[in-house]
């Protein structure tokens, strides 16, 4: 069995500063890790995910995770924010072998100021 | 229409109501889940079906009731609900094998009066 760790639960920044959103993950097992993004009124959107090889990994608008195995984390950055990265970030997990079911954290709401 | 939809998008029903939440993926994908997001708390898998056979059952109350009458197509019936129901519930579809990345709905959002 896998679980998530979201610790911050809102995250508030200026806009066109840096941010962090971190994840810990725990699993007896080797996993794949995920990035969700919630936008107000909309379902869930893959925003990145790591399944095995370079240990950083890239969304398209900017946003980069990386995999820490000895550290157990997963924690998202992005170098300058937009107003229009706020939204609810959800990271998840599953592990490697067999099924697709995936295992949720609370949710960090990222909140971007001017 | 492409992607995942789900109606309604919003229900309001009483505990002695029976309602059911539709889903329809476009996507080809051969897998499909209910999830119930509530506040502060993780997304909960509720029911996962693969090739319209259930495959995961979350130790869901029995007054929800799920249905997948082919892969493109799942339902959630509901009846008798608590007003702990109440909450957003989000469908979502891959491909059955891992690692492919779940697809989801804009959600039904549920009160329960």
């Known amino acids: 069995a896998q679980s998530v760790t979201q610790l911050d639960s809102q995250v508030p920044v200026f806009e066109e500063a840096p941010v962090e959103l971190r994840c810990n993950y725990s699993s007896s097992v080797s996993v794949y890790l995920f990035w969700y993004v919630q936008y107000p009124n909309q379902g869930l959107q893959l925003l990145l995910k790591y399944l095995s090889g370079s240990t950083l990994v890239e969304s398209i608008n900017g946003f980069e995770a990386e995999f820490n195995k000895s550290q157990t984390s997963f924690h998202l950055r992005k170098p300058s924010v937009h107003i229009s990265d706020t939204a609810e970030y959800f990271c998840a997990v599953s592990g490697t072998g067999g099924g697709n079911k995936l295992t949720f954290g609370t949710g960090t709401q990222l909140k971007v100021e001017l | 229409e492409t992607g995942v939809t789900q109606t309604p998008r919003h229900l309001v029903m009483g505990m002695t109501n029976k309602k059911s939440l539709k889903c329809e993926q476009h996507?080809?994908?051969?897998?499909m889940y209910w999830y119930k997001q509530s506040a502060k708390k993780p997304l909960e898998l509720m029911f996962v079906y693969n090739f319209k056979e259930q495959t995961e059952n979350n130790s869901v109350p029995s007054r929800f009731s799920p249905e997948c009458p082919n892969s493109s197509h799942l339902f959630l019936h509901l009846h008798t609900l608590q007003p702990e129901d109440s909450a957003l519930y989000l469908c979502?579809?891959?491909?059955?094998?891992?690692?492919?990345?779940?697809?989801f709905g804009p959600g039904t959002r549920l009160t329960v009066l």
């Open positions: 996507l080809g994908h051969n897998a």
């Open positions: 979502a579809s891959s491909q059955e094998r891992p690692p492919d990345t779940q697809y």
